[in-house]
């Protein structure tokens, strides 16, 4: 874990193309963004502090601060944490999909470097990238809480 933790503060890896540009937007048109992973806290930490990420999300999660380590569990400590109601989960993996589905939120599917196309297809919607969501998210704004 050390060693991951510094590379990412050597600047040895990367955030997915797009998600700078597209958390700016979503930051701008009052989206507020939380982070739910199975990322170790440690981790977590040393990207979002690199990245500068607390620009735009509210706050970061990591699947070690709840005892069960189900993301469904983890998610839903967001939703009662911050009142939320309605929402929609992006990821790459079944379950982040199962997450949202457990908690009543829209489950998006994103192919990201780990997607599985058996896993996206239980998803509400799939995009092919990231960069999509600046446009997609309008569209299900009513169901998620914005109406644009």
């Known amino acids: 874990m050390e ?3 510094d590379n990412i503060r050597a600047g ?10 597209v958390f700016g937007f979503l930051k701008e048109n009052g989206y507020a ?3 739910a992973s199975n990322g170790l806290i440690e981790y977590l930490k040393a990207i979002v502090e690199y990245y500068q990420m607390d620009r735009w999300v509210t706050e ?5 601060q709840i005892g069960t380590l189900n993301k469904g569990d983890l998610v839903q400590s967001i939703l009662q944490k911050y009142g939320i109601t309605n929402g929609a989960v992006v990821g790459d993996r079944l379950s982040d999909i199962s997450a949202a ?12 470097d780990f997607a599985r196309e058996e896993e996206l297809a239980e998803a509400d919607y799939v995009i092919k990238n990231f960069e999509e969501l600046k446009e ?12 644009k």
Do not use: M, W
């Not at 040895?12 to 540009?21: A, I, M, N, Q, S």
């Not at 970061?60 to 070690?64: D, L």
């Not at 589905?101 to 990201?112: A, P, W």
């Open 60 to 64: 970061t999660f990591s699947i070690q």
């Open 3 to 5: 060693r991951l933790v």
């Open 136 to 147: 997609f998210l309008p569209t299900i704004g009513d169901r998620i809480g914005l109406a």
């Open 101 to 112: 589905k457990d908690n009543g939120l829209i489950s998006v599917g994103c192919h990201f």
């Open 33 to 35: 963004i939380y982070i």
């Open 12 to 21: 040895k890896g990367g955030l997915y193309p797009g998600v700078e540009d």
